[in-house]
């Protein structure tokens, strides 16, 4: 059987009498060079261990399998779980384990099943929950690296740099726990069915500590997400908002005229020094 014949992948998924689901996000991979570039890019090695989110048929998982060293594939469909029983069959390195990823324990799946090694991440994730997992692997600080599929629209977005139009709260949010890089763009044409965005592969490089470090994590998000909340507002209208019960709108003016921006500054004019400097100069009206 080939997984990425259209003709083959529809008798397959016939037979198991498999419908497409649209809400879980099943858009199937169907040219082998964009697995096989996804798996490249990754850097993984016959020494690593890999979580994959959302194995679909396989079609990536029979990529990652011959380039790993143990591949935990995570599906929420059970409807898939007896189709990838027979597409992986091949490869005694990958355990397929039936639950929404949003809900699993990563702690406890990689010390059973990676012994406690640190692992890659390498998926073709469902769109219409992105942002969720991307922020829920990032915040485990477990994974080495997490090389993913997403909407063109949130790698670009993910990859911003200050100062541009895609630049905002995710932006500082993802480049807070790891360097990203933007891989390659995918066309809705290497899909069945066809998604209705441009897709693009990005590999975030998880960081061991943060680029900056401002005196309170919950603090420096607090503000980064008030500074993007009214996106075409000034900066100081949107930390007015946010923190108004401990500070005057003209003390916000002096925290940011102090650290050299204007008074009419925006959000998306700020690097993420800024806005742990920001966030410093308000943790003591906040304590
Ligand atoms: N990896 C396959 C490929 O590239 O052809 C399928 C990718 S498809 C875009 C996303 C997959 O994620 C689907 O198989 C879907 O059922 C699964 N999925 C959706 N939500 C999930 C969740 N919360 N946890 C785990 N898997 C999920």
Redo the contacts with the bound molecule.
């Keep these: 059987m080939n997984l990425f014949s259209i003709k083959d992948i529809t008798a397959l998924l016939t037979r198991h009498g498999f419908n497409f689901?649209k809400s879980?996000?099943?858009?199937?991979?169907?040219e082998a060079f964009v697995?096989e570039d996804i798996v490249n890019l990754s850097g993984i090695s016959d020494s690593d261990c890999v979580l994959?989110?959302?194995?679909?048929?396989?079609?990536?998982?029979t990529k990652i399998a011959p380039a790993a060293k143990k591949v935990v594939s995570?599906?929420?469909?059970k409807k898939?779980i007896p189709v990838l029983g027979e597409t992986l069959a091949d490869f005694d390195n990958v355990t397929v384990i039936n639950?929404?990823?949003?809900?699993c324990n990563l702690k406890e799946l990689i010390d059973k099943h990676f012994d406690g090694i640190s692992p890659k991440v390498c998926?073709?994730?469902?769109?219409?929950?992105t942002s969720p997992?991307i922020s829920f692997l990032l915040e485990s600080r477990l994974f080495s690296s997490v090389t993913i599929?997403i909407q063109k629209e949130v790698a670009d977005r993910i990859c911003a740099k200050a100062g541009t139009a895609a630049y905002g709260a995710f932006t500082v949010f993802v480049q807070y726990y790891s360097d990203p890089e933007f891989l390659f763009k995918v066309s809705a044409d290497c899909?069945i069915p066809k998604?209705k965005v441009e897709s693009a592969v990005i590999r975030l490089n998880t960081r061991e500590t943060p680029p900056i470090s401002p005196k309170s994590e919950n603090l420096f998000f607090r503000v980064v997400r008030a500074s993007f909340a009214q996106r075409r507002k000034q900066l100081v209208n949107g930390l007015f908002s946010e923190f108004k019960s401990v500070i005057s709108k003209e003390e916000i003016i002096n925290i940011l005229t102090s650290l050299g921006h204007k008074p009419t500054v925006r959000g998306e004019e700020l690097t993420i020094q800024d806005f742990s400097d920001i966030s410093d100069a308000l943790f003591s009206f906040c304590n």
């Design positions: 689901s879980l996000g099943q858009n199937f991979l169907t697995c994959e989110i959302g194995p679909g048929i396989g079609s990536l998982t995570v599906e929420i469909d898939l639950e929404d990823i949003m809900k998926a073709n994730l469902p769109y219409y929950i997992i599929m899909f998604p």
